[in-house]
């Protein structure tokens, strides 16, 4: 059973950049397409990233594209989420999934979440 945690969430303002990681153990990430998810307290959680097992292809929500990029390094089974020009709307819970389908939009393996809140 494959564990997801995220790091690296916190309180920023407007314009500032941060790096979200995830780290997996127990399971094969290598072979796993990768990606994160975000979530507003009564909301539903909302598509961010992904990025497919090599790491060449990447998807992202049209709200965050030039702003944020996603990596991963499959020697340190870790995914990363670089968010610059960060913006109030950019608030909220941030998940790390695995094993992400992308057509689905759906995932096997999930973190716990990291807080990120951006004041204006």
């Known amino acids: 059973q494959m564990q997801l945690v995220e790091t690296g969430g916190r309180s920023v303002q407007a314009g500032d950049s941060l790096r979200l990681s995830c780290a997996a153990s127990g399971g094969t990430f290598s072979w796993l397409a990768v990606g994160w998810l975000r979530q507003t307290p009564g909301k539903e959680r909302n598509f961010v990233a992904a990025i497919n097992r090599s790491g060449g292809s990447t998807s992202y929500a049209d709200s965050v594209k030039g702003r944020f990029t996603i990596s991963r390094d499959n020697a340190k089974n870790t995914v990363y989420l670089q968010m610059n020009n960060l913006k109030p709307d950019d608030t909220a819970v941030y998940y790390c999934?695995?094993?992400?389908?992308?057509?689905?939009?759906?995932?096997?393996?999930w973190g716990q979440g990291t807080q990120v809140t951006v004041s204006s």
């Open positions: 999934v695995a094993d992400w389908t992308q057509i689905t939009r759906q995932a096997r393996y």
